[in-house]
């Protein structure tokens, strides 16, 4: 194995989750802002936030076809390039239309990033390093939403709130420009997947990539490849021999999102208050969660090969569930614990080391060459649906009129703790471990549905 082009090639991939995570958390530190410079109702102020999420949706629903049709490399490249026109437009948007078209151009950038990147990786990949290498895109984009918080904050530091208000938060959203032209100044130095071209027949294009892999002759992995594409003619992604695993894949990536994740890294500040924090120390708890998210984030590279997808997949959602029960307690209450900072931690820890990293692992495994492309765009479709409806209803949940005042801001929690336990439940029915397989032996085990039940 070529270990130096294996990182290079893993790391240019991943700067597309850096973005994904940078243009996801921008909104986070401007929003305040935005609400004053448009004069915007709380109605939407909502709308500003989660706009891009129907833009992830559209990236998503279209990636499959463009990543079928014209390869990993170029999508991700696509991706960059919606990027920069977002970071562009929304920064010099004259009017609160403007910024939204704008914010869900960067949106579709984002939701075609968010399958390209972990795609290209887990395609590039050795077998016995793939569970970490394409954790490797779960560090970048932690790490982009980690950067932006600190650019907003220092951005936020260079003025007044009036300066604030008429042109810090332009410069925020300006600065995803910079790591937008990195990305296609670095798309340059890699090639597209060696398995993308095998299965459109370009073999000699193929030949010299798993050369510069240092895989070419030395293993089985070319046969396999041409052995698979062979066996996966017809294939599609509801047929009798793909349905269920399909659905799984779907299930899989919506049970992430209403796991209630992204209620914290949204909503995060707001929760805190909640609780009784002060604004700042809501701003700092708000970091902590970044750090956490990024630091075991980190670990989940060391033990994914290790110790398996299924282990931490199961033990990280039980965990998960139990710090959200502990955490609806605390909301019944209305007041500040001086543990509850901690419990939440521990539930961004337990994300951070199984759910988050290892879910984009398993949908970047699990699929077969030929529909990988779709399949993935389909799963990250419904993982994003799943994220916007639970970005927008968790407000409306804790406002609603048909629960007790004292039990509204708990509810959510108890909710989302329901989903850990289904979560943990499924994974142990349904998803197999695939650590230290090719991609084609665990095709090879999904090939009709007899043989579904047989996987390890």
């Not at 990195?182 to 090639?191: D, F, Q």
Request: hydrophobic share 50%; charged share 10%.
């Amino acid at each position: 194995m070529n270990t130096g082009f294996v990182v290079l090639v893993t790391c240019v991939a991943a700067m597309g989750g850096l973005l994904f995570g940078y243009d996801t958390a921008v909104i986070s530190g401007a929003i305040g802002f935005i609400q004053s410079a448009f004069k915007l109702n709380a109605a939407e102020t909502g709308w500003a936030a989660s706009c891009a999420l129907i833009g992830c949706m559209i990236g998503a629903a279209i990636a499959g076809t463009i990543s079928n049709r014209y390869g990993r490399k170029r999508l991700i490249l696509i991706s960059a390039f919606l990027f920069l026109v977002s970071a562009a437009g929304t920064a010099l948007a004259p009017g609160f239309s403007t910024f939204i078209a704008f914010r869900m151009i960067g949106g579709a950038g984002i939701g075609a990033a968010s399958m390209a990147s972990p795609l290209y990786i887990a395609e590039m990949a050795p077998a016995r390093w793939r569970g970490r290498l394409v954790a490797v895109n779960q560090l970048a984009i932690v790490s982009g939403m980690l950067l932006i918080y600190f650019v907003n904050y220092r951005i936020a530091q260079l003025g007044s709130q009036a300066w604030n208000e008429t042109t810090g938060w332009r410069w925020m959203f300006a600065s995803g420009a910079i790591p937008s032209l990195a990305l296609l100044a670095l798309l340059t130095l890699v090639p597209e997947t060696p398995r993308y071209l095998e299965s459109k027949g370009r073999h000699a294009e193929a030949a010299k990539v798993w050369m510069r892999l240092g895989s070419y002759r030395s293993a089985p992995a070319v046969q396999e490849v041409e052995q698979e594409a062979s066996q996966e003619t017809g294939l599609s992604l509801f047929g009798p021999g793909t349905r269920r695993l399909t659905t799984i894949g779907i299930v899989l990536a919506v049970l992430q999102q209403i796991t209630g994740i992204n209620v914290f890294l949204y909503y995060a500040p707001e929760i805190f208050k909640h609780f009784g924090t002060g604004t700042d120390t809501a701003l700092l708890e708000t970091v902590a969660v970044g750090v956490v998210n990024l630091v075991f984030t980190l670990v989940a590279m060391g033990t994914v090969d290790q110790f398996g997808r299924r282990r931490l997949l199961i033990v990280g959602s039980l965990g998960m569930g139990l710090c959200l029960i502990v955490t609806g307690l605390a909301g019944l209450r209305a007041n500040q614990q001086g543990w509850l900072l901690v419990v939440i931690l521990g539930y961004i820890a337990c994300f951070a080391v199984s759910v988050g990293p290892v879910t984009w692992i398993v949908l970047s495994e699990i699929f077969p060459t030929r529909i990988r492309g779709t399949a993935l765009a389909v799963a990250t479709l419904g993982l994003w649906t799943a994220n916007f409806l639970v970005s927008q209803t968790f407000p409306m949940i804790s406002e609603a009129r048909f629960l007790k005042v004292q039990f509204r801001h708990a509810f959510p929690f108890f909710l989302y703790a329901a989903f850990c336990f289904v979560e943990s439940l499924f994974v142990w029915m349904y998803i197999p471990e695939t650590r230290n397989r090719s991609l084609e032996e665990i095709a090879g085990s999904w090939a009709s549905p007899s043989k579904v039940a047989s996987v390890p």
